[in-house]
């Protein structure tokens, strides 16, 4: 009992009150920039389960926890608010969220979604500056026979040491310098020689990869692996009757054999250890297969940054997982992939578990997931989203005139009809997929 709290309900509870409390407190921050009066500010919905008034506003934490709300003053139309007894007792009166110009309503609403996103960077960076940045220190390359890399000159076994001339010490410091310069000089050692190879690198290219020995990186607590014994740093030996001679084979192995049992031979601090060991399924959203896993990763090497390049590098790959969410919501859109691919509140629990799992590191890298993308969705033009509000904003600053409050009505119950529906879909989509 006391694992599946500490591994599945505080994780989950963790990452959604995280991504809410800080999307509640863009729009409760800047409401009160504003003047904006705030009567209550809820993370989760239903009766409170912890409350406590802080001059104007009632801050809670309600039953459920799949969401939050925060309630200003004046969301009804015309209706006027007097902040607080100071301002009582100097007759002035504070307009309602309503009342204040459509630029301050934006910014009000648009700061949420903003928050999860500058929250994310900030996770990143902290992530960075405590863990380090996680590296492929191995440079000894497999070449795929056949392919451009093999015609232009590279070898299996090969070690790469610089290329034009800089020395790269992992295999993110080499494609940081071919991102840029495509066209570059790769040096090699080669049976304790040097060789110079001129070639082309495109970022979807393939038949090169790095030469990884099969060591255990890291293990999930209470995996398939975890449970036979195996240790970090441990080398796998045999699968059966096959000799093991890099990751990719070992990976390959075991992805093609869930839920059959396999026999794993290993060294541990020069002990030779052996026991079976069964995959469990795992649905792999890049193939879009179900395959095997043990529960180890990739053994890597930390690589520990300034506070400049862990800057640098937080907003570098804030800006790639914004870029690649808004390509997959259009790949969604156009059908380019599947629509059981979208995933709920029941995704998130189990993915926080399995994050959990692997480490609180992992963990964090969930969480800047799950906050860019509520950041992302809370933006699209549905009515009762961020999105939706600012939609109508816009037209009701562009028509100069307020829609009635019969239409608002209107246009809310459709945007909460939307909602519904997307809840229903995707709850399906959690409880049906593989």
């Given at each position: 009992?006391?694992?599946?709290?500490?591994?599945?309900?505080?994780?989950?509870?963790?990452?959604?009150?995280?991504?809410?409390?800080?999307?509640?407190?863009?729009?409760?921050l800047?409401?009160?920039?504003?003047?904006?009066?705030?009567?209550?500010?809820?993370?989760?919905?239903?009766?409170?389960?912890?409350?406590?008034?802080?001059?104007?506003?009632?801050?809670?934490?309600?039953?459920?926890?799949?969401?939050?709300?925060?309630?200003?003053?004046?969301?009804?139309?015309?209706?006027?608010?007097?902040h607080?007894?100071?301002?009582?007792?100097?007759?002035?009166?504070?307009?309602?969220?309503?009342?204040?110009?459509?630029?301050?309503?934006?910014?009000v609403?648009?700061?949420?979604?903003?928050?999860?996103?500058?929250?994310?960077?900030?996770?990143?960076?902290?992530?960075?500056?405590?863990?380090?940045?996680?590296?492929?220190?191995?440079?000894?390359?497999?070449?795929?026979?056949?392919?451009?890399?093999?015609?232009?000159?590279?070898?299996t076994?090969?070690?790469?040491?610089?290329?034009?001339?800089?020395?790269?010490?992992?295999?993110?410091?080499?494609?940081?310098?071919?991102?840029?310069?495509?066209?570059?000089?790769?040096?090699?050692?080669?049976?304790?020689?040097?060789?110079h190879?001129?070639?082309?690198?495109?970022?979807?290219?393939?038949?090169?990869?790095?030469?990884?020995?099969?060591?255990?990186?890291?293990?999930?607590?209470?995996?398939?692996?975890?449970?036979?014994?195996?240790?970090?740093?441990?080398?796998?030996?045999?699968?059966?009757?096959?000799?093991?001679?890099?990751?990719?084979?070992?990976?390959?192995?075991?992805?093609?054999?869930?839920?059959?049992?396999?026999?794993?031979?290993?060294?541990?601090?020069?002990?030779?250890?052996?026991?079976?060991?069964?995959?469990?399924?795992?649905?792999?959203?890049?193939?879009?297969?179900?395959?095997?896993?043990i529960?180890?990763?990739?053994?890597?090497?930390?690589?520990?940054?300034?506070?400049?390049?862990?800057?640098?590098?937080?907003?570098?790959?804030?800006?790639?997982?914004?870029?690649?969410?808004?390509?997959?919501?259009y790949?969604?859109?156009?059908?380019?992939?599947?629509?059981?691919?979208?995933?709920?509140?029941?995704?998130?629990?189990?993915?926080?578990?399995?994050?959990?799992?692997?480490?609180?590191?992992?963990?964090?890298?969930?969480?800047?997931?799950?906050?860019?993308?509520?950041?992302?969705?809370?933006?699209?033009?549905?009515?009762?989203?961020?999105?939706?509000?600012?939609?109508?904003?816009?037209?009701?600053?562009?028509?100069?005139k307020?829609?009635?409050?019969?239409?608002?009505?209107?246009?809310?119950q459709?945007?909460?009809?939307?909602?519904?529906?997307?809840?229903?879909?995707?709850?399906?989509?959690?409880?049906?997929?593989?």
């Open positions: 009992m006391l694992s599946f709290l500490l591994y599945s309900i505080l994780p989950f509870l963790f990452i959604l009150g995280f991504c809410i409390t800080i999307h509640e407190f863009g729009h409760f800047f409401a009160k920039l504003f003047h904006i009066p705030v009567e209550k500010f809820s993370i989760g919905y239903g009766p409170a389960l912890i409350r406590k008034k802080i001059g104007e506003t009632d801050f809670r934490i309600a039953y459920f926890p799949l969401g939050g709300y925060v309630k200003m003053a004046g969301e009804e139309e015309g209706e006027i608010i007097k607080d007894e100071k301002s009582e007792q100097k007759g002035k009166e504070l307009p309602g969220f309503y009342d204040a110009p459509v630029y301050k309503r934006i910014l609403v648009f700061n949420g979604p903003l928050f999860n996103i500058f929250s994310a960077f900030l996770v990143l960076l902290l992530s960075f500056i405590i863990y380090g940045l996680t590296v492929n220190p191995y440079m000894k390359i497999e070449v795929e026979k056949g392919s451009y890399y093999e015609k232009v000159g590279f070898l076994n090969d070690s790469i040491i610089a290329v034009n001339g800089q020395y790269v010490g992992n295999w993110e410091e080499l494609w940081e310098i071919v991102e840029h310069e495509h066209d570059v000089t790769v040096t090699v050692q080669r049976d304790g020689k040097q060789a190879i001129e070639v082309i690198f495109y970022a979807d290219s393939t038949g090169l990869m790095p030469l990884i020995p099969p060591l255990v990186g890291s293990l999930k607590r209470r995996g398939p692996a975890d449970k036979a014994g195996l240790k970090k740093g441990d080398q796998i030996l045999k699968i059966d009757d096959e000799q093991i001679h890099n990751w990719h084979q070992m990976v390959a192995i075991v992805r093609a054999r869930r839920n059959v049992p396999l026999q794993f031979t290993w060294q541990h601090e020069g002990e030779i250890q052996v026991a079976h060991i069964t995959p469990t399924s795992a649905y792999d959203p890049i193939s879009q297969d179900t395959v095997g896993q529960g180890i990763f990739v053994p890597h090497s930390k690589k520990f940054l300034s506070t400049i390049d862990a800057l640098t590098l937080s907003m570098k790959r804030t800006l790639q997982l914004l870029w690649r969410m808004l390509g997959i919501f790949q969604l859109v156009t059908r380019q992939i599947s629509t059981k691919q979208i995933g709920g509140p029941i995704a998130i629990f189990r993915l926080s578990t399995e994050s959990a799992q692997w480490g609180f590191e992992h963990l964090l890298g969930l969480l800047v997931i799950i906050s860019i993308n509520l950041g992302l969705i809370n933006l699209f033009p549905i009515p009762a989203l961020d999105g939706g509000h600012i939609l109508i904003s816009t037209v009701e600053a562009i028509r100069r307020r829609f009635t409050k019969k239409t608002r009505l209107v246009i809310q459709i945007g909460y009809a939307i909602i519904l529906f997307l809840i229903i879909f995707v709850t399906f989509n959690d409880l049906t997929r593989r």
